[in-house]
C-alpha cells in the first residue's frame, strides 16, 4: 500500500527511519531477494536507481565482457 508523496520534513525522516531499520535488519536477504529486480542497485542512494556495474550480465554473456564494452564506449 502506498502513503502518497512525502512532502513535510517529518514525513521524510519517517521515510529515512524506516529504510534504515530494513536495512540493519534486512540486509543480508535483500541481496538475494528473487523480487527486486536485478538491474536495480542495492546501494545506499535509494530511488531505484540503475546498478552499475551491472549485478548480471546479460544472457549468454558474461558480466565481465559487458562491464568492459560499455567502459570502452564510455571512455
Given at each position: 500500500?502506498?502513503?502518497?508523496?512525502?512532502?513535510?520534513?517529518?514525513?521524510?525522516?519517517?521515510?529515512?527511519?524506516?529504510?534504515?531499520?530494513?536495512q540493519e535488519k534486512?540486509?543480508?536477504?535483500?541481496?538475494?531477494?528473487?523480487?527486486?529486480?536485478?538491474?536495480?542497485?542495492?546501494?545506499?542512494?535509494?530511488?531505484?536507481?540503475?546498478?552499475?556495474?551491472?549485478?548480471?550480465?546479460?544472457?549468454?554473456?558474461?558480466?565481465?565482457?559487458?562491464?568492459?564494452?560499455?567502459?570502452?564506449?564510455?571512455?
Amino acid at each position: 500500500a502506498s502513503r502518497g508523496r512525502q512532502f513535510s520534513e517529518e514525513q521524510k525522516l519517517e521515510f529515512r527511519r524506516e529504510a534504515e531499520w530494513m536495512q540493519e535488519k534486512w540486509s543480508d536477504k535483500l541481496a538475494d531477494d528473487p523480487f527486486y529486480n536485478p538491474n536495480l542497485s542495492l546501494g545506499e542512494e535509494g530511488g531505484f536507481t540503475l546498478a552499475w556495474p551491472p549485478r548480471l550480465p546479460p544472457l549468454g554473456l558474461s558480466l565481465n565482457s559487458v562491464t568492459a564494452d560499455v567502459s570502452r564506449e564510455l571512455f
